[in-house]
């Protein structure tokens, strides 16, 4: 017992839990398990006492390695140890030891590919019907610890010992009565989903049914936890994208919409967000009736406070209507009244510029349908009025050329302030475009510009810079097109506030990536 303890209290200070590993604590901790689960052990499931009987145990020290012998600080062992435990109290000692010991990343592997994973998963089992408070708690515990085993890929332990054994236990307890026992377990089987050699698996037994059912439960943590595994399993490519969406998960999102719980809405939003960057899911999004229950989102924002108009929800549903307005396919569904007044009525509330961004990205790729044009020159928010002040309000060299674009769709005359400041940008982009593309074809003998057209691009930059603190480099890629059409087509994610290219259009998670790893290696103007 006291050995139990020592491990608990090396583990709780984080600088001691990788020397414990390679100190061969895990051989200590797989003695221990078997002293604390051995048969001459009350059973968890047969306790009826609330206080069992100490049981004597004789731990002999042959039985555990050399090195974990001669490292152990805080369990000392003569020739032959007698010593009097408490089984339960041992096993939370022991399971709170491996929980403290796999919160650091490095140290999963090594103990996820040791018998202790078949040691837990032997314990969960026998717990998995208790009753009692302290019996729950030991499974509680057990739970959290292969929880966090449970993402090391692994085909030998974690998919073929943990989650074969395991799942359909798992998948029981997610409805249990106890709720931090059932939340735990959810974790759980989002661990199991998730982990690439596991995966298929748990899909094919019924564990992306059961986390999708997780999504209906009236319980905000459950929400939570599906919408977060439903997320990254789409992340993992194609296929689970189609099994996912054929599994019937977007239902219980738009349902989530309408939860009271502002966590909820926006792990929802948040993942239907990500649905709406993927052709292949953006159709059953819309049959499933997205659209609508999205604009009584953005209608609830319109009227809360000025600082909630840059909410994570509010991103959330700008940045999936700027996905689904790229697809020319969906222009007809977009350009309804019931979906563009909202978001002009959104423009007139001076939003964070995070918003406005999203905002004036979707109604320039409306602009190139007519029916969302029509629905621009009729509507009663003095919608013209509010785009061409977005300009001076925020002074973003990103904004006029969206502007631009927007009122020459409709016929309406470019102020020149506008006109100025987007020829401006694309002078800039024309200059830097020359300098890139002369760098590269160019000998080292001649130059690529001359001072006089240095000094011009130094000044037109510097008129054309933003209040942003960030400076980004611009590749040749970003700046092949200076018309504004082709740019605008460009969708962007409304989160990182980074822009890049001629008019400084945002990219999406997923393109931003790699740009930025383009951004890094070409070369900037400067070096030119």
């Given at each position: ?133 302290t019996d729950l708690e030991i499974t509680r515990a057990v739970t959290v610890a292969l929880s966090l085993l449970a993402v090391h890929e692994s085909p030998s332990t974690i998919r073929n010992v943990l989650v074969e054994r395991c799942l359909p236990v798992v998948i029981d307890l997610t409805y249990s009565g106890d709720m ?138 700008l940045t999936t209507f700027s996905h689904l307005a790229a697809n020319q396919e969906l222009w007809d569904l977009m350009a309804d009244t019931q979906v563009i007044f909202p978001l002009i009525k959104l423009l007139g509330l001076t939003p964070p510029l995070s918003v406005i961004k999203i905002l004036l990205n979707i109604f ?165």
């Open positions: 017992m006291e050995s139990a303890k020592g491990l608990l209290e090396l583990s709780a200070d984080v600088q001691s839990r990788d020397k414990m590993i390679e100190q061969g604590c895990i051989d200590i901790l797989a003695r221990l398990m078997q002293v604390a689960c051995s048969p001459s052990s009350p059973s968890s499931s047969s306790s009826s006492s609330p206080t069992p009987t100490p049981t004597t145990t004789t731990i002999v020290p042959s039985t555990i390695s050399p090195r974990a012998r001669a490292t152990s600080t805080n369990a000392t062992i003569t020739n032959s140890t007698t010593i009097s435990i408490n089984p339960r109290e041992l096993k939370l000692y022991l399971c709170r030891t491996i929980i403290n010991l796999a919160s650091l990343d490095p140290n999963v592997p090594p103990i996820a590919e040791s018998i202790v994973v078949s040691q837990l998963v032997d314990l969960f089992l026998a717990g998995a019907n208790a009753t009692s408070e931090q026992l059932r939340v735990r377990n959810a974790r759980l089987l989002e661990h199991m989903l998730i982990n690439a050699c596991s995966r298929d698996h748990v899909i094919e037994n019924g564990g992306l049914q059961a986390m999708i059912g997780l999504a209906l439960a009236e319980h905000a943590p459950l929400q939570i936890v599906a919408c977060r595994a439903i997320k990254k399993l789409c992340e993992s490519g194609e296929k689970a994208q189609i099994i996912v969406t054929d599994s019937g998960a977007v239902l219980p999102l738009i349902l989530m919409l309408a939860s009271s719980d502002q966590d909820v809405i926006e792990s929802a939003t948040d993942v239907i967000a990500s649905f709406a960057e993927m052709p292949i899911t953006q159709g059953t999004l819309l049959q499933a009736g997205i659209v609508h229950p999205l604009v009584d989102v953005i209608s609830s924002g319109i009227g809360a406070q000025k600082d909630k108009l840059a909410s994570p929800v509010l991103i959330n549903v320039s790729l409306q602009s190139e349908c007519p029916a969302a044009v029509a629905i621009f020159k009729n509507n009663p928010f003095s919608f013209f009025e509010k785009l061409i002040a977005t300009c001076s309000t925020y002074n973003h060299k990103s904004l006029p050329g969206f502007v631009a674009r927007v009122l020459q769709a409709c016929g309406v005359p470019v102020p020149g302030q506008i006109k100025a400041a987007n020829n401006r940008s694309m002078s800039v982009s024309r200059l830097l475009e020359s300098s890139l593309s002369s760098s590269s074809s160019s000998s080292s003998s001649s130059p690529s510009l001359s001072q006089a057209e240095l000094s011009t691009l130094s000044s037109l930059a510097s008129s054309t810079s933003s209040t942003s603190s960030t400076t980004t480099r611009i590749t040749s890629a970003s700046l092949s097109s200076s018309s504004i059409p082709d740019l605008t087509k460009l969708s962007f994610a409304a989160g990182n506030g980074i822009s890049n290219g001629t008019n400084g259009f945002m990219h999406t998670k997923a393109s931003l990536q790699s740009s930025r790893a383009s951004i890094h290696t070409s070369s900037s103007p400067s070096s030119s």
